[in-house]
């Protein structure tokens, strides 16, 4: 079966940093697209980095300078370092990969099942 599971969240004072990490397990033959979205309470879910296969990324305006994201292609893994953290950034952080798992080129989405990060003095 395949999955996604998410570590690294946890409470940190303003201006510090976390990593978070994300490893995909089960039968798979090939991961294109990875990314990190988060919610907040009472706000939707929003995107704040994406990365491609080839390695392009992209960054929500909010986290751009402070955040970065990166692949393990070997591990499966998809990071998110995250520097001079703001209060603004708590909330529960997924990660999400397109995965095929038949072999054929058909991707699915999949989706961890959060991390709470939390920025408070």
């Known amino acids: 079966q395949v999955q996604l599971v998410e570590s690294g969240g946890g409470l940190v004072q303003p201006g510090g940093s976390l990593r978070l990490s994300c490893a995909a397990s089960g039968s798979i033959d090939s991961i294109s697209n990875m990314g990190w979205n988060r919610q907040a309470p009472g706000k939707s879910r929003e995107l704040v980095a994406h990365i491609t296969g080839g390695g392009s990324t992209t960054y929500a305006d909010s986290v751009q300078g402070r955040f970065t994201i990166s692949r393990d292609n070997a591990k499966k893994t998809v990071y998110l370092q995250m520097n001079n953290l703001k209060p603004e950034d708590t909330a529960v952080y997924y990660c999400?990969?397109?995965?095929?798992?038949?072999?054929?080129?058909?991707?699915?989405?999949?989706w961890g099942q959060g991390t709470q990060v939390t920025v408070s003095s």
């Open positions: 999400n990969a397109d995965l095929d798992h038949t072999g054929r080129g058909f991707f699915t989405t999949y």
